[in-house]
């Protein structure tokens, strides 16, 4: 069974940072596409970033683009997103996904002004 447990989030001011991290047990990660979404109270779940299993270079949400940075350790079966520069907009319980067919139970991140 997989599993995905995200850890990392908190409750920041508006310009800190956070990095949340995103364990895969279960499954050898290498060979899978990982990614990150995220979603805010009465919003829909929106895509955040993106890393195929090449580990090409990820795919972010335009809102995000140039404040947070995916990366992955396939050694620790790891992903990771450093998340700068944080505003209120990014508040939201953060998800990381396998394929997008395994998801984990999310981590909030919850950013004040």
């Known amino acids: 069974q997989v599993q995905l447990v995200e850890t990392g989030g908190g409750l920041v001011e508006a310009g800190e940072s956070l990095r949340l991290s995103c364990v895969v047990a279960?499954?050898?990660?290498?060979?899978?596409?990982l990614a990150w979404f995220r979603q805010a109270p009465g919003k829909e779940r929106e895509f955040v970033a993106a890393?195929?299993?090449?580990?090409?270079?990820?795919s972010y949400a335009d809102s995000v683009k140039g404040r947070f940075t995916l990366s992955r350790d396939n050694a620790k079966n790891t992903v990771y997103l450093q998340m700068n520069s944080l505003n209120p907009e990014d508040t939201a319980v953060y998800y990381c996904?396998?394929?997008?067919?395994?998801w984990g139970q999310g981590t909030q991140v919850t950013v004040s002004s």
């Open positions: 996904t396998l394929d997008r067919r395994c």
């Open positions: 279960g499954q050898d990660i290498t060979s899978n596409n």
């Open positions: 890393i195929g299993w090449a580990a090409a270079i990820p």
